[in-house]
């Protein structure tokens, strides 16, 4: 290849570099930035949002109409009388008006690392601006009056008083006029589940044909909300697999609802650390349905739903069902233990474990062991990339012995380069004996990096989606590893009295541990051996200053592993190049590649 077609090939990494980090910024860190900070403001400030119109594909009573808007407050007023709920991790209300669940907070966690910030709202009333909510009920046949079945607007009456806790269930009542009394149970444990016992009491004259359902809905998803590194929409596990889907997959009006059967399993809606699920009897055959519409004002509602099959009630009869709701944070060890205790069908698929679920998984495992020993999620960071590096030693010896044997023999290579400059054939083939007589392999250094690849990612997945690093404190300027190094290069790290402006890029705002981490990378970089190529010499020169911009906008956690990372493959590399009698001259290598 000619020196132009290097130098083209050189200019094309470089473009596709760029259009890397770009893509990252676009596709990742506005998104991610704005999660938290969106879904808040979106109760207060999203434009009015419509439901889905009746008529599920598995005949679901649909979300009814919002005519008004207003704040959290007004609207919690404007449902009625409420229950209030009071759990150890959970607290809220449920109106009776429709017997909801429309109204829940999580109290271990606050929109911001102040503790007296506002609690993270889950779910929602829908004369708000972002409605999130979870309704239970019963259909009826064909040709049943409407008025025979409760609706959201049916006022249920709550029998004796008092919030609903932990060994305080509620009971609420609703009669139909046409001789059926429904009866509801609601209970909840001391973390995120309900359980809602429903009966109906036939006290007609004729047999009476209902069928139980249940749904979990929302309005107006922030778009922020979306990204591609994590799964967040419709989640659930039907006949033991993993069934899915994305909001964007109904963006599109008219899009047909996505429809499945099961025995066993349960569905809902997902965020990055939160849930609302509805749970079915696991015993029992369910018809689901994810479904969505657009809004004459382009707003979007969604709904993931499932209906039983048909009781059939006789005079005098009595049928009975009992679903579940979880709604709150996916922690993992929370849902392992409802997937135990509760048999409920691979619940802990809530958290996206990714592709890469087989080492995903354990790397949590032995993540989660170390923060609980230790108590600090840093440290745990740290401890398990010590773990990691072990288990790949022999990989990243074999690995690092070729870069020394590469590094070793350059000499010889730049030599032969100047005696047979004028003849590429001659050169290349000297180059080759080189190799040979110095048993160097040039791509040995590469094939253990490509296998590291999956656990690298797996690690970064594992870090991104654990709740337990959410808002977790590291040493010094780090409160929360969740968000990026809160430090900016561009008022000295907080010595110049002044605020880094919104408008900035967040790219540009680099804090000091993605310096570090851009550090550790070019020193690394410089123990490398150095291309041959003037043009991809100086391109991997550059690669620490991109990463550096590029890290900076990723969570503090991922950064201070990276960076750990780093540093013990620098000493590594380090050693076994001693080892190999290949002289160590940092500084020296900076100044020879300068002049290359």
Not at 387 to 409: T, Y
Not at 427 to 454: D, F, H, S, T, W
Request: charged residues 15%; aromatic residues 12%; proline residues 7%.
């Amino acid at each position: 290849m000619n020196k132009n077609g290097i130098n083209n090939n050189m200019l094309l990494t470089l473009a596709l570099m760029a259009l890397v980090v770009l893509g990252w910024q676009y596709f990742v860190v506005r998104p991610e930035m704005k999660t938290e900070q969106a879904h808040q403001a979106a109760l207060a400030h999203q434009e009015k949002t419509h439901p889905l119109t009746p008529g599920a594909p598995v005949n679901v009573p649909g979300m009814a109409l919002s005519s008004t808007h207003m704040g959290r407050d007004a609207a919690l007023k404007v449902e009625g009388v409420r229950v209030a709920i009071d759990s150890p991790l959970l607290d809220g209300s449920i109106a009776l008006k429709g017997a909801k669940f429309d109204d829940l907070r999580l109290k271990k966690y606050h929109e911001t690392t102040n503790p007296k910030s506002p609690e993270i709202v889950l779910l929602a009333p829908k004369s708000t601006d972002f409605p999130y909510y979870a309704e239970f009920g019963w259909v009826g046949a064909a040709g049943t009056p409407d008025n025979a079945m409760p609706s959201d607007q049916s006022v249920w009456q709550q029998q004796g008083s008092g919030a609903l806790s932990p060994g305080h269930p509620v009971t609420l009542t609703w009669v139909n006029g046409h001789g059926l009394t429904f009866t509801r149970v609601i209970s909840v444990d001391g973390q995120y589940m309900f359980n809602v016992a429903d009966s109906v009491t036939n006290n007609s004259p004729g047999a009476q044909t209902l069928y139980p359902f249940a749904y979990v809905a929302r309005e107006g998803v922030p778009k922020e909300q979306t990204s591609w590194v994590l799964h967040q929409g419709f989640v659930g596990v039907a006949n033991g697999s993993e069934t899915d889907a994305n909001y964007t997959d109904f963006k599109d009006e008219g899009a047909p609802a996505k429809t499945f059967s099961s025995t066993g399993g349960w569905v809902g809606i997902t965020d990055k650390y939160w849930m609302a699920a509805i749970i079915p009897p696991q015993s029992q055959n369910f018809d689901a349905s994810y479904l969505g519409a657009t809004t004459p004002g382009d707003v979007k509602a969604y709904q993931a739903n499932y209906r039983l099959p048909a009781r059939v009630i006789a005079p005098g009869g009595t049928a009975q069902v009992s679903h579940r709701l979880f709604a709150g944070a996916k922690v993992v060890d929370i849902l392992r233990g409802y997937e135990k205790s509760q048999g409920i069908s691979r619940f802990d698929n809530a958290v996206d474990w990714g592709w890469f679920w087989f080492l995903t998984q354990p790397l949590f495992w032995l993540l989660d062991i170390f923060y609980k020993f230790i108590g600090n999620f840093g440290i745990a960071i740290l401890m398990l990339t010590v773990v990691v590096k072990l288990l790949f030693f022999p990989l990243a010896n074999a690995s690092f012995k070729s870069m020394s044997k590469m590094k070793k023999v350059q000499p010889h290579m730049e030599e032969i380069r100047k005696v047979h400059k004028e003849d590429p054939q001659r050169q290349q083939k000297e180059i080759m004996e080189l190799y040979k007589r110095e048993k160097v392999n040039p791509v040995a250094g590469c094939v253990p990096m490509l296998i590291q690849i999956p656990v690298f990612f797996s690690l970064y997945k594992v870090l991104y989606v654990s709740i337990e690093m959410r808002q977790a404190p590291f040493y010094g300027w780090i409160h929360d590893l969740s968000a990026p190094d809160p430090t900016s290069i561009l008022n000295l790290f907080g010595l110049l009295p002044y605020h880094i402006p919104l408008w900035v890029p967040a790219y540009l705002s680099i804090g000091i541990w993605p310096i570090l981490m851009g550090f550790t990378q070019f020193v690394q970089t410089k123990l490398n051996p150095a291309p041959t190529d003037p043009v991809q010499a100086k391109m991997f020169t550059f690669m620490p200053l991109i990463f550096t911009f590029m890290f900076a906008t990723f969570p503090a956690g991922l950064v201070i592993y990276y960076t750990w990372n780093n540093l013990l493959s620098v000493t590594q590399q380090y050693v076994i190049m001693r080892r190999e009698g290949v002289k160590v001259h940092l500084f020296e290598n900076i100044k020879l590649r300068r002049k290359n």
